[in-house]
């Protein structure tokens, strides 16, 4: 019997853990597949990833840079794949189709209120920043039914532009950072602010004595928004290790149709760093 082989596609790649990750939930589940890492050379994104499928290759993980030319690859996509506009995950239909998804949003949303016991339904949502990672969180969290979810970014006129794109599915709004009136219920930071160091520039009336506090990157230390946000007195932070192990539970649910148990899996990452 062949075995099922998935793979993570990305450049670069060699840091990625989605294979550590994968390798728990089949253990876990007594899934016989194996799930590799592949470096992939940018102009030949498309032909590997044809190649994967017409080879046998069951499914795939897709990262940075690619996420945006799997979502233009794929033949179908789910719908939540349609609004981030970002595919993440691929496998093939009986008819040979590349089907495209994102689990990421939905990978936050279950951290959040299954990992740490958080409601989004009926909350005040503060999401910053207005790039791909807003944008692939937003359908799942707006699902939650949050009272108020507002997008707040650097540049005004990209979380504008997202709100008034995700308007049908939920109250959403943009408003400027001097506009804020919190405090929030949950404050998301999913700019890339934390790369450089940096915190995006919120007032800290955003921020009140029962805020807790997601970043969607995720380090061995504190990120800078999480231990600013600390600071000026939330209640809690949590990092995007949880987000990146519950995308890949989600992924595993689509390709075996079992879902992985993640809390052992998470905590294992989190010692090993
Ligand atoms: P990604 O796909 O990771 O979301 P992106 O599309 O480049 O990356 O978006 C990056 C986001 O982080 C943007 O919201 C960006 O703000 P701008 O739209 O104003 O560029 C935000 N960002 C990056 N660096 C930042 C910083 N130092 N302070 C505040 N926001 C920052």
Redesign the pocket.
Known sequence: MSIDRYAVMGNPIKHSKSPLIHKAFADQTDQHMTYTSMLVAEPEFEDSVRRFFADGGKGLNITVPFKLRAFELADELTERAQRAKAVNTLWQSADGRIVGDNTDGVGMVRDIMHNHDGRIAGKKILMV??????RGVLAPVLAENPVQLVLA???FD?AHQLAEEFMDLGRIEALHMNELKGPFDWIIN????SL?G?V?ELPESVIGAHTRVYDMMYSKELTPFNAWALDYGAEKAFDGLGMLVEQAAESFRKWRGLMPSTPTVISDLRAAM
């Open positions: 920043g207005a790039g791909g990672a807003v970014n650097r540049t990209k999913g700019t890339a602010a450089q940096d995006p």
